[in-house]
């Protein structure tokens, strides 16, 4: 049973738009929930951090947070041909306290011109 | 040198042979982490170190052996690979009490004949 679930994609986005990342997770106890961009190639990198229930928002990236529903998603507005990347959503465990993350297998979105 | 620092990036080695990554993190940071990411897979935590000590071992088959040495330093030595061991292996590290995530080194992309 797969413990953070993303949609593989790719998610097709037209330059400008606004692309939606969505992202489950299983552990209640989870805490803590990170957006990762990873270039093919590359290792991934921290764009966004999200604690607490609601919105929040970093220059054209928004995370938001609904515990209740264990559900987090990242919105990115006006898109960009850069912003082409595989997006990992990761969840805090609960079982330690080592910092584990817990990794979705990532949402590849590619942006057209 | 900042950030995590891999070496090397790229590696092939042959089923018999024994050679070992590095990890060198200049963040100050108290854990590190050894990851495996396979094509459409999730991260796959390998081992955690926290001040130098194992406190997780993912169930990691002994041919992948770690070593601490210092806060800074994480190696993971390989021998007897299998095939399906190729992958790219991520080190990273984080700083237990700000709950900000990883940083990841680059990767080493290893290919196993």
């Known amino acids: 049973q797969k413990e953070v679930e993303q949609n593989s994609g790719p998610l097709s986005v037209p330059e400008g738009a606004i692309a939606s990342l969505n992202c489950t997770y299983s552990d209640r106890g989870s805490q803590s929930f990170f957006w990762y961009r990873q270039y093919s190639g590359k290792s991934p990198e921290l764009i966004m951090f999200i604690y607490s229930n609601g919105d929040k928002e970093d220059g054209r990236f928004t995370a938001q947070l609904n515990k209740a529903s264990q559900y987090v998603s990242l919105l990115i507005r006006d898109s960009q041909p850069s912003d082409s990347a595989t997006y990992l959503c990761a969840v805090t465990a609960t079982t330690d306290s080592w910092g584990k993350l817990q990794f979705g297998a990532g949402t590849q979105v590619v942006v057209t011109p | 040198e900042t950030g995590v620092t891999q070496t090397p990036r790229h590696l092939v080695m042959g089923m018999t042979n024994k050679k070992s990554l590095k990890c060198e993190q200049h963040l100050g940071h108290n854990a590190m982490y050894w990851y495996k990411q396979s094509a459409k897979k999730p991260l796959e935590l390998m081992f955690v170190y926290s001040l130098e000590e194992r406190v997780e071992n993912n169930s990691v088959p002994s041919r992948f052996s770690p070593e601490c040495p210092n806060s800074s330093h994480l190696f993971l030595h390989l021998h007897t690979l299998q095939p399906e061991d190729s992958a790219l292996y991520l080190c990273?590290?984080?700083?237990?009490?700000?709950?900000?995530?990883?940083?990841f080194g680059s990767g080493t992309r290893l290919t196993v004949v």
């Open positions: 990273a590290s984080s700083q237990l009490t700000d709950n900000y995530g990883y940083t």
